[in-house]
């Protein structure tokens, strides 16, 4: 055997072997795939093991296969709970196994854990090693924290369940908002497809008999769909349906948007407010060729931001991302104001200020007093009532919620949140608009949190709690996260990123109005920010920021 024509058999072919096959298909190696019968891979070099998370029957398959294959053949497991030292010495064969442990089902980028026990031939471990090489996954050392990422991990899947289960958004939309929103490898109803609903249910139970919390009881459509054993890609029917060879076969789904509605016409926009949004919108929307007014409290507000806009374009022009010839076209389509009145021409106004009802409610009743009929309102809101914005307005119909992500040059993602009030032109023009700004839209309707937030802070917050009791560490949490999640960074890197006090406000008003209690703000999270540590802005939060 050399490396480059080794033969692999993968027996059990749900959502980990399946996975298995594929990357294995991929990566170009020969494979024996075989659901049940271990005497199926007799000719393998090296056969994994990745069968029910069972120590009964993990036992058996890996002494079925020891009986049937080569006494040099590599056993691999899959065990992700299991003493692997027992299985080993139940397979009959303890110097040839190895374990592989993975979180999700691997795909690429995906982190795994090579294990080998004391027992284990160097050789054995070398060729496991040789294997995985090939692969496009990512060796990491799990630790002890994995099993609390996978916690993590079912809580913000059942979350998401219950979110598409209550009708709020569509799957896709869903899907793509985590995707988009927060640089995850895959969405959340996508992910519990090939993870397995019923692996997935059986893991909430478990934890739900650990925690007593409410939000780890499987969602009521979790649940319904495992007895219908609907279980996901391996069985090409979960969220999702699924073609033979592992496309999704399912229609999209549409919730709130008529797409055959007619967008009005956008050439001039309006920006309210000077901050980190605005100016971000702002150089989104005259980079795409939108004659775009900013309005600030002061003219000295209003140049200022158009300068930052300028700085930030030539930093885009030294990186490549646009042309000399872009910035200066974008210049030309920017103008500073302090007047509401210069407002009144524009088809599209952008609100863009604090996240204070009151000051929303100010800059919406003026914006109705000064603006031509016809131009449509949006408000960048994450956490507040876009039907609050619409209702100081005499014109509720033209009003609709645009959430753009920061920063709104780079976040590809928009959630166009719609009121009971909304016309379907308007919600039309809104996807159109940010598809004409290069952005994916979204749609939801008017609740606080929207997709993104409303899954996202629970997730942080649990984390957190985690922390708090003492069970891990704030790195180990991290590290398990962006190892065997395969996540962009860990909670606790992100939350210092968004800043904590940016994130305890919009916990708090998802707690207040969705009366969720899976968002209520830790004492530990208060207690630093009241240290003054708020993340990287400050130079310090849950980890130290040294400036440069």
């Known amino acids: 055997m050399t490396e480059q024509n080794v033969t692999v058999g993968v027996v059990g072919l749900g959502s980990v072997g399946q996975a298995c096959v594929e990357l294995l298909t991929e990566s170009g190696i020969a494979v024996i795939a075989a659901d049940s ?3 199926a891979v007799a000719g393998a ?15 058996s398959v890996l002494r079925a296969v020891a009986a049937s294959c080569s006494p040099d053949t590599v056993l691999i497991s899959t065990t992700a709970t299991l003493s692997l030292a027992s299985l080993a010495a139940a397979s009959g064969r303890p110097t ?44 990491r050392e799990l630790g002890h924290a994995h099993r609390l990422a ?8 059942n979350r998401s369940v ?13 899907d793509t908002a985590m995707r988009l929103g927060c640089g995850l490898p895959s969405g959340p109803l996508a992910l519990l497809d090939r993870i397995g609903l019923d692996v997935a249910a059986t893991g909430l139970t478990d934890l739900h008999q650990r925690t007593g919390r409410a939000a780890h009881a499987p969602a009521g459509l979790l649940s319904r769909m ?50 980190t949004m605005a100016r971000g919108i702002a150089q989104v929307t005259s980079i795409s060729g939108l004659d775009t007014v900013l309005v600030a409290r002061t003219k000295e507000k209003a140049d200022a931001a158009i300068e930052a806009v300028d700085a930030s374009m030539v930093r885009a022009v030294r ?99 719609r009121t009971e009030f909304v016309s379907e032109d308007v919600l039309a023009t809104a996807h159109a ?11 939801c309707s008017d609740r606080a949190g929207f997709i993104v937030n409303y899954l996202l802070f629970p997730y942080l917050n649990d984390a957190v709690r985690l922390v708090e009791s003492g069970v891990a560490t704030i790195e180990e949490i991290d590290a398990a996260v962006e190892s065997g999640l395969g996540y962009p960074v860990g909670p606790f890197t992100l939350m210092d990123s968004i800043g904590l006090d940016v994130g305890e406000a919009i916990q708090r008003r998802l707690h207040e109005v969705n009366h969720d209690p899976d968002v209520k703000p830790t004492a530990m999270l208060t207690q630093l920010i009241k240290l003054g540590r708020l993340g990287r802005k400050t130079g310090a939060g849950f980890y130290a920021h040294p400036r440069r």
């Open 319 to 417: 990186r490549g991302q646009i042309t000399p010839d872009q910035r200066r076209a974008a210049l030309t389509n920017l103008h500073p104001s302090c007047d509401f009145e210069e407002l009144a021409d524009r088809d599209v106004v952008v609100e863009a200020v604090a996240e204070d009802d009151e000051v929303k409610a100010e800059v919406f009743a003026q914006l109705d007093r000064v603006c031509r009929p016809g131009t449509i309102f949006t408000t960048t809101t994450s956490s507040l009532s876009v039907t609050d914005c619409a209702e100081a307005t005499e014109r509720r119909a033209d009003v609709v919620g645009m959430h753009f992500f920061n920063p709104a040059p780079a976040m590809m993602l928009v959630e166009v949140c």
């Open 37 to 39: 019968d271990p005497a």
């Open 96 to 139: 040839r196994l190895v374990g592989l442990r993975f979180l999700v089902p691997p795909g690429t980028g995906t982190g795994f854990e090579l294990m080998t026990t004391t027992m284990t031939d160097p050789d054995a471990a070398d060729a496991a090693k040789a294997l995985l090489a090939r692969l496009p996954l990512r060796q």
């Open 226 to 275: 495992v007895d219908d054993q609907h279980f996901g890609a391996k069985v090409s029917r979960g969220i999702y349906a699924y073609t033979p060879s592992g496309e999704v076969a399912s229609a999209a789904e549409r919730i709130g948007v008529d797409h055959d509605v007619t967008a009005r016409e956008v050439t001039g926009i309006g920006l309210v407010g000077s901050g």
């Open 433 to 443: 608009l940010a598809r004409r700004l290069g952005k994916t839209p979204v749609d």
């Open 45 to 59: 070099d090296l056969v994994i093991e990745a069968v029910p998370e069972d120590e009964e029957i993990k036992a």
């Open 162 to 174: 219950a979110l598409y289960e209550a009708g709020y958004a569509t799957r896709e939309d869903i």
């Open 150 to 157: 996978w916690d993590l991990l079912l809580a913000y899947l």
